[in-house]
T-cell receptor
């Protein structure tokens, strides 16, 4: 495995911002994906970082530091529909390894 | 529309029986993958295939078998040797040669009675 570590659960209020951190240990890795997964459904792609820095995509942004083995996903202006599990997935040799996921609960 | 189709969506099996999960894609992707997901855990890689007639074991291949006779198809057989087969199974595909996005099917939920 790649020792992917992310928090198990986070709770936030509608309209707020939440940051989900992910650390990983891997050598020769290609890049890092973030996926969103609603209960009982397949994961859907959110973002991909291959270079260091911040990638912004609407309300969602993702950051990568290759030297530190660290990434975060930032969710802004939270909506009720953002309640889901968020999976950190480093990529190596055309294979993705997935963290256990962070369950985000958005409250009114 | 292009995509990945998994069937069946729900499957019940008695202990000691083999069962085959179907995965078909029309995205013209070279690489295909099978993952297993258990409650509270991440996706774990069972098998993957980067080209037709070739496949490799993932992290938890014991008790499973696959074939890749056609580019579009990558069926997974859960054998009776798999000790804890009850899980959510996800098939995915990717354009080989790139570290690209994984496209997922809707999943198959297997319950062993």
């Amino acid at each position: 495995g790649q020792n992917i570590d992310q928090p198990t659960e986070m709770t936030a209020t509608e309209g707020a911002i939440v940051q989900i951190n992910c650390t990983y240990q891997t050598s020769g890795f290609n890049g890092l994906f973030w996926y969103q997964q609603h209960a009982g459904e397949a994961p859907t792609f959110l973002s991909y970082n291959v270079l260091d820095g911040l990638e912004e995509k609407g309300r969602f942004s993702s950051f990568l530091s290759r030297s530190k083995g660290y990434s975060y996903l930032l969710l802004k202006e939270l909506q009720m529909k953002d309640s889901a599990s968020y999976l950190c997935a480093p990529s190596k040799d055309y294979k993705l390894s997935f963290g256990a996921g962070t369950t985000v609960t958005v409250r009114a | 529309d292009g995509g990945i189709t998994q069937s069946p969506k729900y499957l019940f099996r008695k202990e000691g029986q083999n069962v085959t999960l179907s995965c078909e894609q029309n995205l013209n992707h070279d690489a295909m993958y099978w993952y297993r997901q258990d409650p509270g855990q991440g996706l774990r890689l069972i098998y993957y295939s980067q080209i037709v007639n070739d496949f490799q074991k993932g992290d938890i291949a014991e008790g499973y078998s696959v074939s890749r006779e056609k580019k579009e198809s990558f069926p997974l057989t859960v054998t009776s040797a798999q000790k804890n087969p009850t899980a959510f199974y996800l098939c995915a595909s990717m354009v080989a040669g790139l570290t690209g996005e994984l496209f997922f099917g809707e999943g198959s939920r297997l319950t062993v009675l």
